[in-house]
């Protein structure tokens, strides 16, 4: 099992800026991919950002140039840095991992989520 842990979610007042951080823990022998989705009050889920091992990323348009994704292996972290944040953000962000098992089976976690509030 893994868990994932989020932080960084506080009330944030508009064009501000974020980190949010989340660690993955437990019977990890990589991580291929980690990544962040989002969910609006009555929205579906949404793809923020993701990473892969080769630190390739792919952001949604509406984030691109403001938001950035980064990681760090050796912590078994994703990061994710918002700047220019705006009102229509606030949601709850959750993270999401790949993750190889030490016996080589894949399984995809979910974190339990971190508040971001936006005020105008």
């Known amino acids: 099992q893994v868990q994932l842990v989020e932080s960084g979610g506080v009330l944030v007042q508009a064009g501000g800026s974020l980190r949010l951080s989340c660690a993955a823990s437990?019977?990890?022998?990589?991580?291929?991919?980690m990544g962040w989705y989002r969910q609006a009050p009555g929205k579906q889920r949404e793809l923020v950002a993701r990473?892969?091992?080769?630190?390739?990323?792919n952001y949604a348009d509406s984030v691109k140039g403001r938001f950035t994704i980064s990681r760090d292996d050796a912590k078994s972290t994703v990061y994710l840095q918002m700047n220019s944040l705006k009102p229509e953000e606030k949601a709850i962000y959750y993270c999401?991992?790949?993750?190889?098992?030490?016996?080589?089976?894949?399984?995809?976690?979910w974190g339990q989520g971190t508040q971001v509030t936006v005020s105008s």
């Open positions: 990473i892969n091992s080769g630190e390739n990323t």
């Open positions: 437990g019977n990890i022998f990589t991580i291929n991919f």
């Open positions: 999401n991992a790949e993750v190889v098992h030490i016996a080589r089976s894949v399984t995809a976690y």
